[in-house]
C-alpha cells in the first residue's frame, strides 16, 4: 500500500484531483460510494478507512462522539461530543451551519451570482423559481465547501422555521477550486436542495442551498421523512414547519461538499471572514447591518 503522506500529498493536486474524479462516470461511481461505504465486513472498513483518511488527510475524529464505526459510511456522518462547537451568542450574526472553507462571497448583483472569479450564473437557475430569486436581489451570498475530511452536519444559522424544501437531481461535478473556474454554472447543474427559511422572530428569509458533488449526492434532511439523492427526478417540492433553535443539527450530507447562503441586503459578509479561510460551525458567518 502507499504510505499516507505521499497519498494525501497528492489528493491536495486540485489539478489532479479534477481530472481524475471528471473523467470517470460521476453517477454511476456517486452511486456505488454510496454502496460501498455501508459495507460493514471489518477488513473492507478497515481498508477503505485507511485509504479515505490518507486522502483526505487529518479527520480529526478525536472530536467524534463515537470511537469506533461499523462503516466508512458511518463515519463519513459522525456527530461530535458535546460542547466541540461552541455558538457564537451575537444576536446581531448569523452564524456557519457547517465547517467549511469560505469561497466566494459579495452581493447578489441583477439576479447574478459569482461562482468563481469569471465565472457568473443566474440565482434563478440555480433556485428554479424566477419569483424567489428576484426576492434577493441586492442580498448577500456566501459559499461554503465542505472538504471530504471535514465534519458533514450542517447546522441551523438561527433561531429559524424551515418552511419548504425544494429538490433538484443533476449531475455530481467535483466541486473544487479548479472545477469551479472551469465548468460554467457548475453549481446549476449539480445536484441540490433549496431550503426557505425565516429568521424568527424578525422574519427576515433566507435560503440555504446544500450542493451535491461526486461521491457525494444524497442529503439528509431530519425534517423530512427520505433522503433526497440520485434516485429523484427533480424537482420536488414540499412543504415544512420546523423550527431550530440557532446550533442546532438540521440534517447532513453523506460526506463532504457545498452550502451556498442566501439572505437579504439587511446581512453583509461578518467582517471577520475573508476567502480561503478555514470556519467552524458556530462561528459568526454573516452580521447584521445598522440602519
Known amino acids: 500500500m502507499i504510505p499516507a503522506r505521499p497519498l494525501h500529498r497528492l489528493s491536495r493536486s486540485e489539478r489532479l484531483n479534477f481530472l481524475l474524479t471528471n473523467r470517470i462516470p460521476r453517477r454511476w461511481a456517486t452511486l456505488f460510494m454510496g454502496r460501498f461505504s455501508r459495507v460493514r465486513q471489518p477488513v473492507v472498513r478497515a481498508v477503505s478507512m485507511r485509504l479515505w483518511q490518507a486522502f483526505a488527510g487529518n479527520l480529526h475524529l478525536e472530536e467524534a462522539r463515537k470511537t469506533r464505526f461499523e462503516s466508512m459510511h458511518d463515519c463519513f456522518i459522525r456527530e461530535l461530543k458535546p460542547g466541540m462547537r461552541p455558538v457564537d451568542p451575537d444576536p446581531q450574526a448569523m452564524v456557519s451551519p457547517c465547517d467549511a472553507i469560505v469561497g466566494a462571497s459579495g452581493t447578489v448583483r441583477g439576479g447574478e451570482v459569482i461562482q468563481a472569479k469569471g465565472y457568473p450564473y443566474e440565482l434563478a437557475e440555480l433556485l428554479g423559481d424566477q419569483a424567489l430569486a428576484d426576492s434577493y436581489r441586492d442580498g448577500t451570498f456566501v459559499t461554503l465547501r465542505i472538504t471530504a475530511s471535514m465534519y458533514h452536519r450542517f447546522h441551523a444559522p438561527d433561531d429559524l422555521r424551515l418552511n419548504s424544501v425544494r429538490y433538484h437531481s443533476g449531475d455530481t461535478w467535483n466541486v473544487n477550486p479548479v472545477a469551479l473556474k472551469r465548468v ?73 461538499s457545498t452550502i451556498l447562503m442566501f439572505t437579504g441586503p439587511e446581512y453583509r459578509v461578518h ?12 462561528q459568526p458567518l454573516l452580521a447584521r447591518r445598522n440602519h
Open 271 to 282: 467582517p471577520d471572514r475573508h476567502d480561503g479561510e478555514r470556519i467552524r460551525v458556530g
Open 184 to 256: 460554467e454554472r457548475l453549481f446549476c447543474r449539480n445536484e441540490r436542495a433549496v431550503l426557505e427559511m425565516t429568521h424568527e422572530p424578525s422574519g427576515a428569509r433566507f435560503l440555504m442551498v446544500p450542493v451535491a458533488a461526486i461521491l457525494v449526492a444524497s442529503i439528509r434532511l431530519h425534517a423530512l421523512h427520505d433522503t433526497l439523492d440520485l434516485r429523484y427526478r427533480g424537482p420536488v417540492f414540499q412543504r415544512c414547519d420546523a423550527r431550530y433553535a440557532r446550533g442546532e443539527e438540521m440534517g447532513y450530507f453523506q460526506q463532504g
